[in-house]
């Protein structure tokens, strides 16, 4: 069986040196990008809210899994190589192992955003005034669901 290392070395890399911008907030594109080496820092609104060393950490997925402009800023913290999947979408609806790869770091990352809300859930459920609107905000967004969810093409379309 291939190791997800084997099946990303098909794909074409990029060198970025240290500060330039793998991603930038806003922008949209069929790419999606993994670390094959190197560093990054995640940017919210210029606010960092992540630092990434882990080899084949996935950025841009969201992006293309939801058709819309990239929801964050990727900045290379040191030299770093990625490999590049253009037509994500087609990679991902044609390469199970790729899609399982990204379902399981989104699994993770929605397993750790769940934590910390019901964190700040508990924090915030016994204030009697304007904060206690917190706990009502995070419960309607622990419990929205997408009222649409795109079917993969079949082979015949």
Known sequence: MQTLFEFFEDFPTRQVKKGDLVIEQGTQDDLVFLIKEGAVEVLKDNVVI???????????????????????????????????????????????????YVAEILARRLDSLNKYLVDVKSQFKEY??????????LDTLMNKHPRYIERRPTKDQ
């Open 50 to 100: 992540a630092e990434v060393r882990d080899a084949l950490a996935v950025f841009g997925e969201m992006a293309i899994l939801l058709d819309q402009p990239h929801t964050a800023t990727v900045r290379a913290l040191e030299d770093s190589e990625f490999y590049i999947v253009d037509d994500a979408k087609k990679v991902l609806a044609w390469k199970p192992e790729a899609a399982l």
């Open 128 to 137: 009697g005034d304007h904060l206690s609107m917190v706990d009502e905000v």
